[in-house]
């Protein structure tokens, strides 16, 4: 069992920047992979960035690849988000969820955080 709690959500202009956080309880948190998702308002929950295990690898959206960045301290029980250029278009409640193994849907994934809103103005 892991519960996930996410954190650093927040209101910023266009352009700006935020890092989220899930922290993960359990002892068991460097045998998962974490991935981070994003659902607007009247659409579907969509991934975003996922990380394996040790951190080593990593893999994202076309839509925020080379602005977002996904890492992890597996000594913290934590997973980050750093956002950077953000832009209206990436408003959402951000989710962090874990999975034994590599996923980019969020069918697969087995724990799932409450969300954090994230609202990007122009």
């Known amino acids: 069992q892991v519960q996930l709690v996410e954190s650093g959500g927040g209101l910023v202009q266009a352009g700006g920047s935020l890092r989220l956080s899930c922290a993960a309880s359990g002892r068991t948190f460097s045998t998962y992979y974490m991935g981070w998702f994003r659902q607007a308002p009247g659409k579907e929950r969509e991934f975003v960035a996922t990380?394996?295990?040790?951190?080593?690898?990593?893999y994202y959206s076309d839509s925020v690849k080379g602005r977002f960045t996904i890492s992890r301290d597996n000594a913290k029980n934590t997973v980050y988000l750093q956002m950077n250029s953000l832009k209206p278009e990436d408003t959402a409640v951000y989710y962090c969820?874990?999975?034994?193994?590599?996923?980019?849907?969020?069918?697969?994934?087995?724990?799932w955080g409450q969300g954090t809103q994230v609202t990007v103005s122009s």
């Open positions: 990380i394996s295990w040790s951190g080593s690898g990593t």
């Open positions: 969820a874990a999975k034994r193994l590599f996923g980019t849907r969020s069918s697969e994934y087995d724990y």
